[in-house]
């Protein structure tokens, strides 16, 4: 990756720059607002790739262990799924929202484009797990594939493997050994850590508020206390060290650059395959005005991991404050495409 230049303890800002870093972090500021008033935006699948929209799980209301694990496994899938660039998957934010508001498979496809919904149903009975699964064709409304796995909850993982190994081949994507070790590499085997990393990210949002960004950032340091070894802990902490500069909440603002860009080389190595490490030390990298080295690894997180909104949506801004506003385009209406009704994320606006 792109080391940045650490020999200068201030931030020099260009006219441009301050114009930029101004009405961007008016735009972010506002953003749950002008999100909720409008979400219309027309968002359709790009070429043949497939558009995967996973439902969350049905269980038995008294099946207490089911209901705990529904919300992980389908999260855990999605982020497995969403690393192949055969195929798109709808963010999970966007996917509680759509359970929220009973979302038909009309609406899934002639609004956001969605090529397959995949649902189902979790169950336990003492130590045994069953999971359910169908796949949809929302041309047709037809099931194209249905599937069961079975066999020890200690193996939920081994199972989600098999699922999605089915899945694939239902969709007609066939793997290269690449793609096949991104697929059953996991960035964490804690649930929790990974929960807790969502929620910081969902914390964190409208960044302009100084207590919502330092509640989140101890969410993340909990994340890296849980598992040291997943990059999440990490760029959670970065990005939260770099929000503050761009707000011009920050009193030591050379101190947090250089925490942020510490964090964010942490998480590239602690695990490099997770992407948002990159993304994260390019925007510190765009506020300290290394805007060459900034946009190099903001463009290598997309191509590591194109279908994280996440990613796409850090592309955008840095883009933007690299004076390259035209380029933030495609990241940031991907950014929506894949996760169209997070409310608390400021897409529209960065657009």
Do not use: C
């Not at 989600?160 to 007609?172: K, P, Y």
Request: zero cysteines.
């Amino acid at each position: 990756f792109i080391r940045p230049d650490k020999t200068n303890d201030k931030i020099r800002l260009s006219p441009w720059r301050r114009f930029a870093l101004f009405g961007l972090a008016l735009g972010l500021a506002l953003g749950l607002g002008l999100l909720v008033g409008d979400r219309s935006t027309n968002t359709t699948v790009r070429g043949p790739t497939p558009f995967l929209a996973v439902l969350p799980l049905s269980y038995a209301a008294d099946d207490i262990r089911a209901a705990d694990l529904a919300q992980s496994f389908v999260d855990s899938t999605i982020t497995m799924l969403a690393r192949l660039p055969q195929l798109s998957v709808m963010a999970h934010a966007s996917m509680m929202e759509f359970e929220k508001e009973q979302a038909s498979i009309r609406l899934l496809k002639d609004k956001f484009g969605v090529t397959h919904i995949l649902r189902g149903n979790i169950e336990t009975r003492g130590k045994e797990l069953r999971i359910r699964s169908q796949l949809i064709d929302t041309a047709s409304s037809e099931t194209v594939w249905s599937e069961v796995q079975q066999g020890q909850l200690s193996n939920i993982w081994i199972l989600q493997d098999e699922l999605a190994a089915s899945l694939l081949s239902a969709l007609s994507i066939e793997l290269q050994i690449a793609d096949k070790d991104r697929l059953v590499s996991r960035y964490t085997e804690s649930t929790e850590a990974l929960t807790l990393y969502r929620q910081g990210l969902f914390m964190i949002l409208p960044p302009n508020e100084s207590k919502r960004v330092q509640a989140a950032r101890q969410l993340f340091y909990r994340v890296i206390e849980i598992d040291p070894e997943f990059a999440g802990g990490y760029v959670g902490a970065a990005w939260s060290f770099s929000l503050p500069i761009l707000f011009n909440n920050s009193r030591n603002p050379g101190e947090h650059l250089e925490q942020a860009m510490s964090f964010a080389e942490q998480a590239i190595e602690v695990d490099p395959r997770f992407g948002a490490g990159y993304v994260v030390l390019g925007f510190s990298q765009v506020l300290s005005v290394n805007k060459v080295e900034a946009v190099k690894n903001a463009r290598l997180a997309a191509a590591i991991k194109p279908g994280d909104a996440f990613v796409q949506f850090i592309k955008g801004m840095i883009l933007i404050l690299a004076g390259l506003p035209e380029e933030a385009f495609a990241p940031l209406n991907e950014a929506i495409r894949l996760n169209p009704l997070e409310t608390r994320a400021p897409y529209l606006n960065s657009l």
